[in-house]
């Protein structure tokens, strides 16, 4: 199992994981999920629920990747298999990401 940390404007705002089977689970911090002041991070990922599920990377996390030319250097150099998403995910948007989140491995 692999975990990341989500950020909102570098705040915990909770994790998500690939589990040994493929799939992956978003969870909203309790604190982030009760505090009525606090947005969601993604319009497809509403504070309705505390905890999400998917057989794929969800969208608004695939949206964070590098495509293109950029993919493939990326891959090449942090020796990445292009078609791990997630690896991807964890190696890259912890810093250089568009919007407020970011994501941190932890696991």
């Not at 994981?17 to 799939?23: A, E, I, K, W």
Request: hydrophobic letters at 35%.
């Amino acid at each position: 199992m692999r975990e990341g940390g989500v950020f909102y404007k570098n705040e915990l705002a909770g994790k998500i994981r690939q589990l040994d089977n493929g799939s992956f689970v978003f969870r909203y911090e309790d604190g982030w999920f009760l505090n009525t002041d606090k947005p969601a991070i993604s319009l497809t990922l509403p504070k309705k629920k505390q905890e999400y599920h998917s057989e794929f990377l969800f969208p608004f996390f695939y949206n964070m990747l590098p495509e293109g030319r950029n993919k493939q250097v990326v891959c090449f150099n942090l020796r990445i298999d292009p078609n791990d998403y997630f690896g991807l995910l964890l190696s890259v948007a912890n810093n250089d990401t568009i919007g407020a989140v970011k994501v941190k491995r932890e696991s």
